[in-house]
């Protein structure tokens, strides 16, 4: 039988019901600003590598490989700990694993050479393991029943902290040094901070877990082989869309210094402008999609972006701009949509999938730098960025996820 064909039940597949329950405003709040602060962290490495590569003297290759590092430390850790936190929830590691972050980050402020840098690299991918689980599930449980909107509002803190970063490293590291990552150890402690508070609460509602499983027992519940497929059909859209988002963030700035022969500082604001569209970008996918289904934001996130992506390689400065711009913001509003999607297909394993999902999108974000990285020493940036172009129409496969069951 053609899995096409298959309908999911329709409390997976359709727009989750009007919530029973207010929203936790305040731990979604403060849960959304510590994914800020954890991304913003992490997306300073990613603003620096054009100081660490003038300072080490890096190819492409290696600093492809510090972004392997600690995504695929992030990857191989994330689906570990979601499924520890789904037998045993641990409220209180969020802030440890800001800790790990912080260490992180004051490391590679004073790394005196490229191995230093690498086990910095890994502690904050060890930092963001630890945080993106237990506070994709807080999320969830915060959201009173919304649980796209719940999604969007978490991820764009994130993103919005991813797209800081390059804005931070133009104004501050760019002039001062490497050294100056050091002055944002202050961010962490805040994120320790707000992360103990949601810990707090987050241990006070683990009373009502056995309600909860009763709840997810009564799900319709999805014949195992029909799970995995769709599993591996968000997968292979998660692979098109990080993979892709490798290549263009971490050789965005070297692209545009070697095309077009922009300052460093310039380049880090044209990346700024990309990730704050993709910040943006992330708060439509998940309301939109409890209003009108995962699949068709899924469908038209990442598929929709495939014209764009393939102009971009043939285009002057202001045009590549407003190109990646758009790539930013259409393309990122796919991961809440699939990552609820998922989620509810799992309900049982809410920490697994989104270590999983979470986890996935750290490895290919980090093995896409990684090979592209080689991949632009043996040829160019720009053969890069025109062979990524295509990676988009890989969203052709959102057409065989399960239909909505009509009503």
């Known amino acids: 039988m053609s899995h096409t064909a298959t309908a999911l039940p329709a409390a997976q597949a359709t727009p989750a019901p009007a919530a029973s329950r207010p929203v936790a405003t305040g731990v979604l709040a403060a849960i959304t600003s510590s994914h800020l602060i954890n991304d913003m962290m992490q997306s300073l490495i990613l603003a620096i590598y054009p100081i660490l590569k003038g300072e080490f003297s890096l190819s492409f290759a290696q ?25 045993r929830p641990a409220p209180y590691s969020l802030p440890m694993g800001m800790g790990a972050t912080l260490i992180g980050l004051l490391l590679l402020a004073y790394a005196p050479n490229y191995a230093m840098v690498l086990v910095a690299a890994a502690l904050v991918g060890i930092g963001s393991a630890v945080f993106h689980p237990e506070s994709s599930r807080i999320a969830r449980l915060a959201s009173g029943g919304r649980h796209g909107l719940a999604q969007s509002v978490f991820q764009v803190g994130g993103n919005t902290g991813t797209a800081v970063g390059p804005l931070i490293a133009a104004a501050v590291i760019v002039p001062y040094g490497q050294h100056a990552v050091a002055w944002f150890a202050g961010a962490a402690l805040v994120g320790i901070a707000l992360l103990s508070y ?17 709840a997810d027992a009564q799900a319709p519940a999805l014949p195992r082989r029909t799970v995995a497929w769709v599993i591996g059909i968000l997968l292979v859209l998660i692979f098109s869309k990080y993979f892709y988002i490798a290549g263009l963030s971490s050789y965005y700035t070297f692209y545009l210094i070697h095309k077009f022969g922009v300052s460093v500082q310039s380049a880090q604001l044209h990346l700024f402008a990309f990730l704050l569209a993709s910040a943006a970008g992330t708060l439509i996918g998940g309301p939109v999609g409890d209003r009108i289904g995962r699949k068709p934001v899924i469908w038209a996130s990442i598929l929709g972006v495939a014209p764009f992506a393939l102009a971009l390689p043939h285009v002057g400065l202001g045009a590549t701009t407003a190109l990646t711009i758009i790539i930013g913001f259409v393309l990122s509003s796919a991961f809440s949509a699939i990552l609820v999607y998922a989620q509810e297909l799992m309900p049982h394993r809410i920490g697994t999938v989104s270590g999983l999902f979470f986890g996935f999108a750290f490895g290919m974000g980090g093995l896409g730098a990684a090979v592209l990285g080689v991949l632009a020493d043996r040829t160019s940036i720009e053969h890069v960025y025109w062979l990524i172009s295509f990676l988009p129409l890989l969203g052709i496969v959102a057409a065989l996820l399960p239909s909505r069951r009509a009503h």
Request: glycine share 10%.
């Open 63 to 87: 600093v492809g490989l510090i972004t392997l590092t600690y995504q695929l430390t992030a990857s191989l850790f994330q689906p570990l700990i979601g499924l520890r936190t789904d037998a």
């Open 198 to 214: 949601v810990g707090r609460w987050y241990a006070l509602h683990l009373g009502a877990r056995p309600v909860a499983r009763k």
